[in-house]
């Protein structure tokens, strides 16, 4: 044995679909201005975070978390106004939720299903987990091809279909009538993905119950607690039960669970800011569609997509300055030249935005 090396064994013993996989790129952020990952710029008040602070310091770090936090659980169903029969199942990060959506209903042969561009875990979690994927492309302006849609539905009957609701990296809500004449048509599972639901101005949870093959899931991620890593599914009881078998049972650590409700007995303070953001994106959109060579796409969600003649110059300029912001160049062809900002604060909003000038004049 001592005479393998690991490299050989590795290439033995790991999946080749894995060994074929590019680990999710995290860029090196220290100290530029941060506009690349959706999160909220904002802290919540001083005085909030010392009371945070307290609650941290006498938090029971020593014991497993509660594997099922009812009181935290119930403020969500506050929140979104949940029926009775509906339930919430909590994860760390909704990432983890895809996660565990997808396990559940791999059964041999079994698809899931997306649309293209969209957020890429739904890819990477099959990849992960050795189930087949589907990526149907959307239309030119990223609305859904709904033609296309039912008939790759149709052809492969696919167990999951995940569609992001504002999408990313779009920013459009899809049409409600098409995702509803999905729902009527998939015959596997439908997951309406909600991380965008504080900027946007729709959802499907007042609809849970008109459809058994219909599940929201949300993230705070986006809201003001990416740090905190706390998603969740809604849904019937009857599909939640089953998936609760496949969480793990301390999957929300007991600081996550102590801080995320504290934030959200000051749920109006996140959606304040939320707002805020919303203002911002509207006039950072018109600042950008008023540049030559920019074209900007509209956004229901806390980031804005565009379009440049030289994404990737565009985007190492911008860095050589300190900003940080996603270049979507290289990916899916769909998005060729294609940036995408995160909305940050007006200062950092305006520095982008004066870079940008600088750099596209
Ligand atoms: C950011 C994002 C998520 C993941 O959120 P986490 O809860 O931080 O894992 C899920 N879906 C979409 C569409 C996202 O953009």
């Known amino acids: 044995m001592s005479s393998v090396s690991a490299a050989a064994l590795v290439n033995r013993l790991i999946r080749p679909e894995i060994l074929a996989l590019h680990a999710y790129h995290v860029p090196v952020s220290d100290g530029f201005i941060k506009l690349d990952a959706m999160e909220n710029p904002y802290l919540v008040p001083q005085t909030l975070r010392d009371e945070i602070a307290a609650l941290v310091a006498n938090a029971p770090v020593n014991r497993y978390p509660d594997p099922n936090p009812v009181a935290l659980k119930q403020q969500i169903r506050d929140l979104l106004n949940l ?188 959606l304040q800011q939320a707002a805020q953001l919303k203002q911002d994106r509207s006039a950072l959109l018109a600042q950008l569609a008023a540049l030559s060579g920019v074209q900007v796409f509209p956004s229901q969600a806390n980031f804005l997509l565009f379009r440049v003649k030289n994404a990737t110059a565009v985007f190492n300029a911008l860095k050589a300055r300190n900003i940080l912001i996603k270049n979507l160049n290289g990916g899916h062809p769909a998005l060729s030249n294609c940036l995408r900002v995160t909305i940050g604060t007006p200062a950092e909003n305006a520095q982008f935005l004066t870079a940008l000038e600088e750099i596209c004049r």
Do not use: C
């Open 83 to 270: 029926p009775e029969g509906m339930d919430v199942l909590l994860g760390n990060g909704s990432d983890e939720i895809i996660q565990l959506l997808a396990m559940a209903v791999n059964q041999p042969n079994a698809t899931l299903l997306s649309v293209e561009p969209s957020f890429v875990m739904y890819k990477m979690i099959a990849t992960f987990i050795g189930m087949r994927y589907v990526g149907v492309p959307l239309a030119a302006d990223f609305s859904l091809d709904l033609p296309a849609m039912l008939a790759a539905i149709a052809r492969e009957q696919p167990a999951l279909i995940f569609l992001a609701y504002p999408n990313n990296p779009t920013g459009n809500l899809f049409s409600a009538a098409d995702i509803e004449q999905i729902l009527r048509t998939a015959t596997g599972l439908v997951v309406v993905d909600e991380a965008y639901y504080a900027f946007a101005d729709d959802s499907f949870v007042p609809r849970l119950s008109e459809f058994p093959n219909l599940l929201v899931m949300r993230t705070f991620s986006k809201l003001g607690m990416a740090g905190l890593r706390l998603g969740f599914l809604v849904g019937s009881t009857t599909w939640l039960n089953e998936l609760d078998k496949l969480r793990l049972p301390y999957n929300v650590g007991v600081l996550p669970q102590l801080v995320a409700s504290k934030l959200l007995d000051h749920h109006d303070v996140l």
